[in-house]
């Protein structure tokens, strides 16, 4: 006998999108934990989201280690100066205090109180940067890339040190409310790493942050923003509670290889939807989406990358609309 079961709990990135509907200067709302919670609350009731991630910019937690950063009132900080990539650095660095640090305080604010405003109605998310990418948001990008090859072992020193910073602030955010931590690891993508050096350099510290996460008894969300099946298959073996998936790859072909390792989201890409050309494509490519993440269940939706902040509203209220009417799904008895 087939009865209704279960769902494909609904969401999407972009942080932006949603204080943008809020109409709040971005540079007041990232200090703001009473317009953090206010804004979520509103984006819930207007758009009927399943879980929140609460992830104003990369920042929070680096910029007490040094980093200077600027923001606009459309933009979410951005850096105006990494730290210089040696061992003088390094050994300077301490794990800053998340009760009284820069930022850091207001997040934790932010999450109890939304945590405290929708108490079990939805899931709450806090964030965290993996280890290899936040050695790339310390250091810059093209110098931390260009470190792998000259000083591997300064490299590989620093993501440990960022391992442990991560695992404290994952924890401090659990403790303040949050059911799930988004671990962000887009520079670990395909786009700058071969499967071997992911293996060798991003995939460890990105299941020790993983594992910490579950261990504090929440889940640990993986995300690269990835659309190549190697290194999605690589991060399928520290097993996170989810694993998002980047736009540019069949979900079906995803869900075949690794769907019964690991649970799924994502694939949704946001700029085919704000270039929609009308509501009916938007409903379209979210039914497709869907239907390739339902089979065997493990799929929660989610776009593959943030949401424009100028996108149409109607879309994203057409795509949560159709996402919703659609994740049911009959379970075989």
Known sequence: MCRPALTSACHRLGEEFDVEQYDIDYRVYINSPEDMIKCWVQAVERFDYDWILLHPDDYIELEPLGIE??????????PVKELSADYETL???????????????????GLQGIKEAMGATVCV???????????????????ALMLMMTEPQLFCDTAEFMAELMIYWAQEQIKAGA???WVGDCVASSGFLSPD???????????????AIKDAGAWAIYHAGEPSLPHLELAAEFQPSMLNVGEDIDLAVVKEAIGDRVCLSGNINPIKMFEAKDLSEVEQETIR??????????????????????????????????AKEHCWYEKQE
């Open 289 to 322: 989406v869907i239907e390739a993440g339902k089979p065997g269940g493990g799929y929660v939706f989610n776009s593959g990358e943030g949401v424009p902040r100028q996108t149409d509203p109607e879309i994203v209220a057409t795509m949560m609309k159709a």
């Open 69 to 78: 950063t600027t923001a606009d009132e459309k933009i979410p900080p951005s």
């Open 91 to 109: 050994n300077s660095l301490q794990i800053p205090d998340a009760q009284s640090a820069g930022r850091m305080p207001h997040h934790l604010a």
């Open 179 to 181: 059911d799930a931590l």
């Open 125 to 143: 998310a806090g964030r965290v940067a993996a280890p290899f990418s936040s050695v790339c948001l310390l250091y810059g990008v093209e110098e």
């Open 197 to 211: 050096h992911y293996e060798e350099f991003a995939l460890a510290g990105a299941g020790w942050v993983c594992d």
